[in-house]
């Protein structure tokens, strides 16, 4: 591998405190980072290298929760070289270029708002800092609908070849993620089964405790189903639902994951009604703390703003496969928990041979992604008894991926992900034809919502949505599993 210089744009944002630096950090601390590799932080603040360090390392600790040891940040902080870049400014990256070395390898990251993605890569063309090899990863979300999508893929495709180009979506960097496809295709038991014959329906959730937090604006003009669905939840779907890909490189995994999207059934007027619920957030309580609804939040410029903060959605993809098979997805702000999971709900055998009384609930396969990673499998056994000769009862077998491990954490996404950037391994990015399917689908659900005049329904915060989002399953006899 070539030498590699990582320049980080947007240095002194929240996301580079919370994530990006605790993961470099991280993967510098067991020996994953090449020794080499240096770590540019540009951003418009007038400061140096090791004013920026301290701030740094102030923020990393606090969102961390743990004692950074000074032998560890001293050989990690030493990478860093901080630079100021106002992009608003002609040769904002003459700092940047005359730092950048042509013959290494150069690993852009934007951690930006999207709207300054051309405005950056523009700058660096013109400034003369895409004259060697490059690569650059671009954080979500790309674009606002498929029209911007394809803007900002057409303007990054100017100055990056589309395989230099790593599209995040930081869910694809978790270990339970991962271990999807090992679950799936590694094991025959469980690939046998996979399918409309065995598979009663599948829930995918993705709740979050926090609000908005001081974003509203942003926010306001994006809602729950831009800014979890169209990348997170259809992510996940995807990985679900796919094909067994011919092998793990990249466009093997993209191209079976683009068929499933393309396989997804249209939601328009007539069936919008029955298929979708939206959402929004009232004044609650969580965690026993008093908290404000969407319309009292700071910053709320719209009293009447329909934004929905929450989203429930049935959705059927259309193949051999999953012919018939309901996918129930369900994503929102201010619920009870914060929860990341995916329910692969068998059927019911054909047949009941143990008598009356018998309760055991069909099989179910838990996928949780947050907070506790990990595979549960609620298997039927009998019930140790001599009383009832044959009383069944419902175990469930419980694979954590940390105690199994015998490790003291589990490494977090960008960890993964930036380490496959390093070394050019683009498997569990987002391809540019996923981001515009997934655009196309969901801009119709969009224009179905609006021209059926889909209402918003409010909710309790510290509640799991409103009530119609219970009776989108519950009147197919179904339940959601939390």
């Not at 092998?247 to 919008?272: C, F």
């Not at 609804?293 to 059927?316: M, N, R, W």
């Not at 044959?390 to 589990?410: C, G, K, V």
């Not at 009530?467 to 339940?479: H, N, T, Y």
């Amino acid at each position: 591998m070539s030498k590699i210089d990582l320049i980080i744009f947007g240095a002194t944002g929240d996301l580079s405190a919370r994530k990006l630096f605790p993961a470099l950090f991280q993967l510098n601390a067991v020996g994953l980072l090449p020794d080499d590799l240096r770590i540019a932080a540009v951003a418009r603040q007038h400061q140096d290298s090791a004013a920026f360090q301290n701030e740094l390392r102030a923020k990393m600790t606090r969102y961390m929760r743990q004692d950074i040891d000074d032998g560890a940040w001293q050989a990690f902080s030493e990478r860093i070289a901080y630079l100021t870049a106002d992009f608003s400014e002609p040769r904002a990256f003459e700092g940047l270029q005359a730092w950048l070395d042509d013959g290494r390898m150069n690993l852009f990251y934007l951690a930006t708002p999207p709207s300054l993605f051309a405005p950056i890569c523009a700058q660096l063309s013109s400034d003369g800092c895409l004259n060697g090899p490059r690569r650059i990863v671009l954080e979500k979300p790309i674009g606002e609908d498929l029209a911007t999508s394809g803007e900002v893929n057409e303007t990054i495709g100017r100055y990056f070849d589309e395989q230099d180009i790593y599209r995040i979506d930081h869910y694809l960097g978790k270990e339970t993620v991962q271990n999807l496809l090992v679950l799936r295709f590694a094991n025959r038991f469980i690939n046998s089964q996979w399918d409309q014959s065995c598979i009663d329906h599948v829930q995918i959730t993705v709740a979050e405790k926090v609000g908005i937090e001081g974003r509203w604006t942003y926010y306001d003009g994006v809602g729950q189903l831009r800014d979890m669905v169209q990348n997170h939840l259809m992510q996940l779907l995807c990985l679900v639902a796919m094909e067994p890909p011919n092998s793990l490189e990249a466009e093997s995994i993209r191209d079976e994951k683009v068929k499933i999207v393309k396989a997804l059934r249209p939601l328009d007027v007539a069936s919008i009604k029955d298929h979708v619920v939206r959402g929004q957030y009232s004044q609650g309580v969580i965690g026993g703390q008093s908290v404000p609804g969407y319309l009292d939040e700071e910053g709320c410029q719209s009293p009447e703003s329909d934004t929905e903060t929450f989203v429930a959605i049935k959705a059927y993809v259309d193949n051999w496969r999953w012919s018939g098979v309901p996918f129930y997805l369900r994503t929102g702000k201010r619920m009870p928990d914060k929860v990341t999971e995916i329910i692969i709900q068998y059927k019911a055998l054909p047949h009941h041979i143990f008598g009356e009384g018998e309760s055991a609930e069909p099989n179910r396969l838990v996928i949780r992604l947050q907070p506790n990673e990990g595979i549960e499998m609620a298997m039927v056994s009998k019930r140790q008894s001599l009383k009832d000769k044959l009383s069944l009862q419902t175990h469930t077998l419980n694979f954590d991926f940390r105690e199994d491990a015998d490790i003291d954490r589990i490494p977090d996404a960008y960890e993964r992900l930036f380490l496959d950037a390093i070394n050019g391994d683009p498997s569990l990015f987002v391809g540019r034809e996923e981001i515009e399917e997934s655009w196309r689908w969901c801009d119709q659900l969009i224009k179905a919502c609006e021209e059926a005049r889909l209402t918003v329904n409010s909710y309790q915060a510290g509640s799991w949505g409103p009530s119609k989002s219970e009776l989108l399953i519950d009147r197919d006899g179904r339940s959601w599993h939390v």
